[in-house]
């Protein structure tokens, strides 16, 4: 029922940094916990970072603690993943989602970390 939209993948050597937003419209956006989820070629999704309505609880899983940082502007209804020291199993399709359980998925952002 809502929408959702992602930007800023791309190609970035290990180590780099990219910055994904997810523009949402449709839902009231600050009544619910927003996702990044990404998933690799061949294999099924994985559950990233998890944010709660109001941006003051977030939860993310071991291996992107400490370089990702899951954010959220409920005044632009938009939700953000900063990645840093990215490595190349960080390459995947990125997808946020609304809810849990998910009700909504955007239709995902590249991100390739290779040398």
């Known amino acids: 029922e809502g929408q959702l939209v992602e930007s800023g993948g791309g190609m970035v050597q290990p180590g780099g940094s990219l910055r994904l937003s997810c523009a949402a419209s449709g839902f009231t956006f600050s009544t619910w916990d927003m996702c990044w989820v990404r998933q690799a070629p061949g294999k099924g999704p994985e559950w990233v970072s998890i944010?709660?309505?109001?941006?003051?609880?977030?939860y993310y899983i071991d291996s992107i603690k400490g370089r990702f940082t899951i954010s959220r502007d409920n005044a632009k209804n938009t939700v953000y993943l900063q990645m840093n020291n990215l490595r190349p199993e960080d390459t995947a399709l990125y997808y946020c989602?609304?809810?849990?359980?998910?009700?909504?998925w955007g239709q995902g952002t590249q991100v390739t970390v290779s040398s």
């Open positions: 989602a609304r809810g849990r359980p998910v009700l909504d």
């Open positions: 944010i709660g309505p109001s941006g003051a609880i977030a």
